[in-house]
């Protein structure tokens, strides 16, 4: 429940230092909001790139499918990953994730024993499983600052449309009702002064 407005000094002082900061913190969260945006719309064609070059990657990798079914080799353990090497990067406030590289599980094998086009094959499907990790972490990324965006254009609008809106009726309703009871005040002390400037007059 909202605190009941009161039509003191204290109050009006209370109002105006509270806009005062809103107004103060306003520009701030524009500006961010604006950064944001500007990233979201650089990180667009980025994700898109990535996308296009993962589709690519896999159809110049499909006519080599026959060999992962060769019964002499498992190829699937060639693309165990060990870890999804990652930095954080701060951007406009929010900690997101940079993708730096893929690091599998290496397997030790006999360059006799296995089939001579299994180089070829894993570091092509090591390369397709690398992209996929970098589309994966760029889409977190878009996804948390989508999300920071989202945040902060609620608190810009709050403060945009709401608060500072709201204590300036306030400030302006405290005003008129401190004027009137001043007025009030001087009316009363000039009836004062001349009823008693008519009781000694009487005398």
Do not use: H
């Not at 000094?9 to 909001?33: C, N, W």
């Not at 945006?37 to 996308?51: F, G, H, L, Y």
């Not at 945040?151 to 609008?157: F, K, L, S």
């Amino acid at each position: 429940m909202a605190e009941k407005l009161k039509y003191n000094k204290t109050a009006l002082k209370a109002q105006r230092d509270a806009k005062s900061k809103y107004e103060k913190f306003l520009p701030i969260l524009q500006l961010k909001k604006m950064q944001l945006q500007i990233v979201i719309r650089q990180m667009e064609p980025i994700i898109e790139e990535k996308r296009r070059k993962l589709q690519e990657t896999t159809d110049r990798i499909r006519p080599w499918s026959r060999f992962l079914t060769d019964p002499a080799v498992d190829i699937n353990d060639f693309l165990v990953i060990r870890e999804v090497v990652t930095e954080t990067d701060n951007i406009a406030g929010v900690d997101v994730p940079e993708f730096k590289k893929v690091v599998f599980e290496e397997v030790d094998y006999s360059l006799f024993a296995t089939p001579s086009w299994l180089d070829t094959v894993v570091s092509a499907l090591r390369m397709l499983v690398s992209i996929r990790e970098e589309l994966r972490v760029l889409l977190r990324k878009e996804e948390l600052i989508r999300d920071e965006l989202r945040t902060t254009t609620q608190r810009t609008n709050l403060f945009e449309k709401k608060l500072i809106p709201e204590l300036k009726e306030n400030i302006r309703k405290i005003r008129i009702f401190l004027g009137d009871e001043e007025t009030a005040a001087v009316g009363r002390a000039k009836l004062a002064k001349a009823k008693i400037q008519q009781s000694e007059a009487s005398r």
